[in-house]
């Protein structure tokens, strides 16, 4: 367990024991999720012949690994992650395996291919919920636990960038297929190394008393509507950003580098934001913060779609992503401290599957309006649904003070129990990476 520090730094984190163990192990496994809408939408593009395939197994994928993250959380919660995980890290791998073993060859039916891709989803192991669930069990100061949040948002928009890379890097000797496989050995392996962490040993399951009514289960969820609202707006939002920047390229006759320049900006202002977040002591509660932050993203978006050329909207781009991880960061802090004793993961799942959820629908329903609205008036759009997502949590801040930190429990307490969906596919498989504002399982 943590002990409360004067000016804890991003240093304290890492000098409570275990947490360079997990962190490196979680990144590892998380790795996968950064490449693996990318490596599957190439393979089967590659096996099948046509992009129109590829986007139905993707959003097949993306579908059953988003939508399912709150009832793996919740099998995590129960189980303890030593039990919950490893078959679930291991039948995920098995599929993505069989998947790019279907996909090595030319030919292949797309039912088969997009069978493998919906199992593979509904396994898609949570690692992220479960390591900010960890953390939020084994850290006693608030303001350690804030720093914890902010290099899981950072450390997150590098994977994000660096997993397209990666595949990059492997199709330079090899298939596509050969890069969703390494997406199974990642995830595996990472999932393998979190378990056998000391600090994941300590973990118990949850002991949870059966209640008549199923609407029981999850007392915390009227205060996590606040956190997941915001989490919902903020990726519509940034989901509309990347099918936004490409318009306006391409209305300008630029290449797609350019494109990947500006969204590079936003992972850099996400990134950029994340680090003073942290690093600052807010005096102002949660709550309250985070519907500013919402609406500072909606704000630069509106003005972002005002842009007279390249450069502007760069720098706009970048101002609107210095909001994106302060504000996911709030959100899944304040659905710790909302969650009950044993339900953390499970409550990060939801804001995990809000942001992932928003981001998809706001790439397809900006998909929609591009060509038939003005692109400032699109750009003003997204921004206006962020804004009215911190418009709406207002009403569901809650006053009171938050839950004691005192209710924690230090995992080495306890003796070892028995033995994060990637990014939302549908924003990422048009021009992968997305943008920021995405979580992976």
């Known amino acids: 367990m943590s002990a409360p520090s004067p000016r804890p730094s991003y240093a304290a984190f890492f000098r409570i024991p275990h947490t360079r163990h997990t962190f490196t192990a979680a990144l590892i496994g998380r790795l996968s999720y950064g490449m693996v809408s990318l490596a599957m939408m190439l393979s089967v593009t590659e096996a099948t012949g046509s992009y129109a395939a590829a986007g139905t197994v993707m959003a097949l994928f993306g579908a059953t690994s988003v939508l399912l993250s709150p009832a793996r959380a919740a099998l995590i919660d129960r189980h303890g992650p030593r039990r919950a995980l490893i078959p679930m890290a291991s039948l995920y791998a098995v599929l993505l395996a069989a998947l790019a073993t279907a996909a090595w060859r030319p030919g292949t039916p797309v039912p088969a291919l997009g069978a493998l891709a919906v199992a593979a989803g509904a396994c898609t192991p949570p690692l992220g919920p479960t390591v900010r669930a960890l953390w939020g069990e084994v850290i006693e100061d608030k303001r350690v636990l804030q720093r914890a949040y902010s290099l899981d948002g950072i450390a997150e928009e590098i ?34 190394a979190l378990v056998l962490s000391p600090a994941v040993a300590g973990v118990r399951p949850a002991v949870t008393k059966p209640t008549a009514r199923p609407g029981h289960r999850f007392r915390g969820g009227r205060a996590l509507l606040q956190p997941v609202v915001v989490a919902a707006g903020v990726g519509l939002s940034v989901g509309a950003v990347e099918l936004l920047v490409m318009a306006f390229a391409a209305q300008r006759h630029h290449g797609n580098d350019v494109v990947a320049w500006v969204l590079a900006a936003l992972s850099l202002g996400s990134a950029l934001g994340g680090v003073l977040n942290g690093a600052v002591d807010w005096r102002t509660p949660a709550r309250v913060r985070l519907p500013l932050l919402a609406g500072g993203l909606g704000l630069t978006l509106l003005g972002a779609g005002l842009a007279p050329g390249l450069g502007t909207l760069t720098v706009a781009v970048a101002c609107a992503g210095f909001f994106v991880a302060p504000a996911l960061t709030t959100s899944y802090l304040i659905a710790d401290e909302a969650a009950p004793p044993g339900r953390r993961t499970q409550a990060g799942a939801w804001v995990n599957t809000a942001v992932n959820a928003g981001s998809s629908g706001g790439t397809a329903g900006v998909g929609l309006l591009v060509g038939h609205l003005p692109l400032g008036l699109c750009f003003a759009l997204s921004g206006t649904v962020a804004v009215a997502a911190g418009l709406l949590s207002v009403r569901q801040a809650d006053p009171r003070p938050g839950r004691a930190r005192g209710t924690r429990r230090s995992v080495t307490a306890y003796p070892a129990a028995p033995a994060d969906a990637p990014r939302s596919a549908a924003a990422t498989c048009v021009a992968p990476p997305g943008p920021p504002g995405t979580a992976g399982p």
């Open 159 to 192: 994977l994000f960038v660096s997993g397209p890379l990666l595949v990059g890097a492997v199709l330079r000797f090899a298939p596509p297929a050969a890069a969703l496989a390494l997406c199974a050995l990642l995830v595996w392996a990472g999932t393998l």
